[in-house]
């Protein structure tokens, strides 16, 4: 019998994970375990962790490859780290709107390490989404409308200080951007994914990085896409998780979107967050 215990956040997404220290227990088993509970339940939290950057670091190299973000710069001396340090008076905010990280990439990330180093006294909860139950909710018709199309995606919306809606996504005094060519890159992958390990399909569209459907105008796109959004996001597809210091969570983007709840304004929260490489969507 395991001496860990994952408990179920929801019915269909978000568990966590009790008695793993994530700075020393890492070893075969324990990266299995964690690797199951996130194929299972699509994201796994973890409380009364303590991470140095290295640490962090070593624990996502246990999973995959940190990468490093082409437009949100890291810090200095560990450029895979993107440290969301959002201050007391910062209105802006990072990720306050349904994604899936980085899904503009031709590679998406695979997965994302959050921690938390210091947390608001109320607010600052991260939202996720099950993409795979809430493709299997919907309707024959309309799965077979959506297998086999592609969606473009692109940062140039979220990040581009030039594009009408960066404003809202950017927090320019929190985050320092490069606006390197990648802000404008578009790249088409399947409105179904399919996960790679266990075969399992995941509405793969997002508000913040979805601009259209491949071969269609915005125009035509916009009303199928807030759909699926709408769709998607309805509470019996989420989970919530409250943020203490320490915290961390760990979340498969092949098939989940989160959302960063901005409402804890007049209070510091300040996460570092590592994104592990991905594959091509299929
Ligand atoms: C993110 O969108 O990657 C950040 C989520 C958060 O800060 O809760």
């Known amino acids: 019998m395991s001496v860990w215990e ?8 978000g568990a966590e994970i ?6 020393s227990d890492l070893n075969a088993d324990a990266v299995r375990y964690i690797r199951q509970a996130l194929l299972t339940h699509g994201v796994v939290f973890f409380r009364g962790q303590k991470l140095s950057e ?7 190299k246990k999973f995959g490859e940190p990468e490093v973000h082409p437009i949100v710069e890291g810090t200095e001396d560990r450029p895979e780290i993107i440290r969301i340090d959002k201050p007391a008076d910062e209105p802006a905010s ?3 709107e349904w994604h899936s990280d980085n899904s503009f990439f031709a590679r998406p990330s695979l997965g994302t390490i959050l921690y938390a180093e210091e947390i608001p006294p109320v607010g600052g909860d991260t939202l996720f989404a099950d993409m795979y139950g809430a493709y299997d909710a919907l309707s024959g018709g309309m799965k077979s409308m959506l297998d086999g199309i592609r969606a ?10 030039a594009g009408s809606a960066g404003a809202k996504f950017r927090g320019e005094a929190t985050l320092k951007y490069k606006y390197s060519d990648a802000v404008h890159e578009e790249n088409a992958h399947p409105v179904v994914r399919t996960h790679p ?10 508000p913040m990085f979805t601009l259209r459907f491949e071969n269609m105008t915005d125009a035509e796109s916009k009303p199928l896409l807030d759909y699926l959004y709408q769709h998607s996001t309805r509470p019996e597809f989420t989970c919530r998780f409250h943020w ?3 915290s961390v969570a760990f979340w498969d983007n092949r098939g989940v979107m989160h959302y960063a709840m901005n409402d804890y304004v007049g209070h510091r929260r300040v996460m570092n967050r590592i994104t592990l490489e991905g594959d091509k969507p299929r």
């Open 6 to 13: 994952s408990r179920p956040l929801a019915a269909g997404i």
């Open 18 to 23: 009790f008695g793993l220290d994530l700075s």
């Open 54 to 60: 290295d640490q962090h670091i070593a624990v996502a």
């Open 94 to 96: 990072f990720g306050t």
């Open 152 to 161: 473009i995606h692109s940062a140039k919306v979220a990040y581009d200080p």
């Open 197 to 206: 390990e266990s075969g399992r399909k995941a509405i793969y569209v997002n």
């Open 244 to 246: 203490q210091k320490g």
